[in-house]
């Protein structure tokens, strides 16, 4: 965590915040660095852990958005000739030699900031702190409500996969019409997903806009569970406030995007949760890790987790010997490796299984009393840090990391938080 921190200077103010990984990732995600704050709040590493989240608040806009991705170090974008840079910011000429270059994304990722900053603040109970966070981080959740559901159903909406942080998942294979007998070619599948930022960009990003006419418009199940595990964190760092009025509103809202899910993604057939596609929310029937997502919320109904937890428990599925694969293993799309790069990038999400969405899922399962298996499940993580180091992903089926992996990549340190 140490050799990964950064400090970078905005408006004379000094910044510290964490890089994922130094061979693949040199920026500030959004997601990773909420991890970032639990592991080092984790470590005892109080301080450096609000100051990961105070660097991703300072970026937030007027408007209450905070960006996924913040290119604090600008030499590094060059690198990248796939330009996702630009392909995923606002600034539409900044390939011209003398117009601005971005900073920041026009992209979102799945809201896991007031959760961990509930983390920092369970360690150091610090008000004036929390105090200070408080207006911004309602500010955001009512941004993602206010322009991020624009149906009003409840659930907030993607536009790209990369606000899943799932990128590449099959889940969004239906949106991007990659047809089965494509699953497999990388290439393909890597354009495709990197043509939908292009489309947003030209709809100047108006949810409306997207919603009719982009191909990618996406109710997911990842984003909304975390986002109602959020709201209701958010909810008891109010009431801490004395914020009592906002505490209620929030944990209300918390509850309805629970219902709404259950409401209109449960496949009572199949026992998953399925993202809802487009405007006629069409159901993406591919058995990913985002339909196990609900498992994080605590009022989950009974029968629903039973259902889940079959699935976890099923060796044709997602019980493979290195779990949680990704996607589960009997999926046409199922791929446990990544052997083929394109332009130094490479389709995530399509198999591997990932530290990040263990440690979720671990800890969602402890919740709802499924204790020896979640223990199964850390346990084999555990194993995986420790035998290959802090690798971005690992093979469900032979553990190993591959060669393209990232390498000491910081949210596998998760890996002390199961
Ligand atoms: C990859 C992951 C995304 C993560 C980013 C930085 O793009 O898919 O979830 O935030 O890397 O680690």
């Not at 000094?14 to 970032?36: L, N, R």
């Not at 671990?362 to 223990?375: E, I, P």
Request: charged share 20%.
């Amino acid at each position: 965590m140490r050799a990964n921190r950064r400090t970078a200077v905005k408006e004379g103010k000094e910044y510290q915040y964490t890089i994922p990984s130094p061979t693949h990732y040199p920026f500030q995600w959004f997601w990773d660095s909420c991890f970032h704050a639990v592991i080092l709040t984790r470590l005892g590493e109080l301080e450096a852990a609000g100051k990961e989240l105070e660097s991703l608040l300072t970026w937030q806009s007027k408007s209450g958005f905070i960006p996924h991705v913040i290119f604090w170090d600008r030499s590094k974008v060059n690198r990248s000739p796939s330009f996702w840079h630009w392909r995923q910011s606002t600034a539409a000429l900044s390939f011209l030699p003398f117009s601005p270059k971005p900073k920041i994304t026009a992209e979102i990722q799945p809201p896991v900031i007031a959760f961990a900053v509930e983390r920092v603040f369970e360690q150091t109970q610090d008000r004036a702190w929390l105090k200070r966070l408080l207006p911004k981080l309602t500010s955001y959740y009512d941004w993602l409500q206010r322009v991020r559901d624009p149906d009003r159903d409840h659930l907030i909406s993607i536009i790209t996969g990369f606000e899943s942080g799932i990128d590449q998942s099959p889940a969004y294979d239906q949106a991007l019409g990659i047809k089965p007998d494509r699953q497999g070619d990388a290439a393909f599948v890597f354009k495709r997903s990197h043509h939908i930022p292009l489309i947003n960009k030209l709809l100047c990003y108006h949810p409306l806009l997207i919603k009719n006419f982009a191909p990618f418009f996406v109710e997911d199940v990842l984003v909304n569970s975390i986002y109602a595990q959020g709201l209701a964190s958010l909810a008891r760092l109010a009431a801490i406030c004395k914020e009592t009025s906002t505490a209620e509103r929030l944990t209300a809202k918390a509850s309805r995007v629970t219902e709404a899910l259950i409401a209109k993604c449960w496949d009572e057939d199949v026992g998953l949760f399925w993202n809802l596609d487009g405007p006629r929310e069409r159901h993406a029937k591919v058995k990913t890790i985002l339909s196990l997502m609900p498992l994080i919320l605590p009022n989950l109904p009974k029968a629903h987790v039973t259902r889940l937890a079959e699935h976890l428990t099923n060796p044709e599925e997602f019980a493979l010997p290195h779990p949680i694969p990704s996607v589960a293993g009997n999926e046409p799309s199922f791929t446990p490796d990544i052997s083929v790069e394109f332009h130094n990038e490479r389709p995530l999400w399509r198999g591997t299984t990932w530290v990040n969405i263990n440690w979720f899922l671990v800890h969602g399962l402890r919740q709802h009393g499924y204790g020896k298996l979640a223990q199964k499940i850390a346990t084999k993580t555990v194993d995986l840090v420790t035998r290959h180091g802090f690798r971005e992903y690992f093979n469900p089926i032979t553990g190993e990391p591959g060669t393209l992996s990232a390498r000491n990549f910081s949210w596998s340190a998760l890996a002390i938080d199961l």
